[in-house]
């Protein structure tokens, strides 16, 4: 199975900030990857699918890049209500999509 | 719109048995991968397995944690997506999503609110 790797497990950040959060995969997953944020109490939201690619309806400060083995989602000017727990997963080829452990996004 | 609302959750003895369902709308059910995705409490998030769309003829696949004693099916008569969950252990208590990615095995763009599954003597 591809494990991914999420660093990192926590991060305390303030309103306005630019933050990156870093994903990693055991194997080449090409751009098969997508980032979730989670609030407590909630499903998760998709934010990013394809490594880059902005879901609908989601602010343009968040943003993904990387292919590969290494991705990134950065977030431009933190909002109070970004703050929150964000999870990365891949879908490539086949079976058993995994995600990875999250990052928790607190506020300093 | 789509919808998705989980139900069945409850509180379980080890070794025995739930059904859990999802009631499906907004979309054409059958063009659709299903999947159910858990979370322990406190936890990450794990993928359970899916449900393949009428094209790929509903064929299922499974985490090595869940093979064999939880099965996945669908009644496209009543848009309902259900899993069978068996021998129930500890370990499998959590909340159960519902969740869709559309045509094909993608980002998971819709989610149920999720339903408590407690396996506990």
């Known amino acids: 199975d591809i494990q991914m790797t999420q660093s990192p497990s926590s991060l305390s950040a303030s309103v306005g900030d630019r933050v990156t959060l870093t994903c990693r995969a055991s194997?080449?997953?090409?751009?098969?990857l997508n980032w979730y944020q989670q609030k407590a109490g909630k499903a998760p939201k998709l934010l990013i699918y394809?490594?880059?690619s902005l879901q609908s309806g989601v602010p343009s400060r968040f943003s993904g890049s990387g292919s590969g083995t290494d991705f990134t989602l950065t977030i431009n000017s933190l909002q109070p209500e970004d703050f929150a727990t964000y999870y990365c997963?891949?879908?490539?080829?086949?079976?058993?999509?995994?995600f990875g452990r999250g990052t928790k996004l607190e506020i300093k | 719109e789509v919808q998705l609302v989980e139900s069945g959750g409850g509180l379980v003895q080890p070794g025995g048995s739930l059904r859990l369902s999802c009631a499906a709308s907004?979309?054409?059910?059958?063009?659709?991968?299903m999947d159910w995705v858990r979370q322990a409490p406190g936890k990450g998030l794990e993928w359970v397995g899916h449900?393949?769309?009428?094209?790929?003829?509903?064929?299922?696949e499974y985490a090595a944690s869940v093979k064999g004693r939880f099965t996945i099916s669908r009644d496209v008569s009543k848009n309902s997506l259900s899993l069978q969950m068996n021998s129930l252990k500890i370990e499998d208590t959590a909340v159960y999503y519902c969740?869709?990615?559309?045509?094909?095995?993608?980002?998971?763009?819709?989610w149920g609110q999720g339903t408590l599954v407690t396996v506990s003597s």
């Open positions: 969740v869709t990615s559309g045509y094909e095995s993608s980002a998971y763009s819709w």
């Open positions: 907004g979309f054409t059910f059958s063009d659709y991968y």
């Open positions: 449900t393949r769309n009428k094209g790929s003829v509903y064929t299922t």
């Open positions: 194997q080449s997953i090409s751009n098969y």
């Open positions: 394809a490594a880059s």
């Open positions: 997963q891949q879908s490539y080829s086949t079976p058993p999509w995994t």
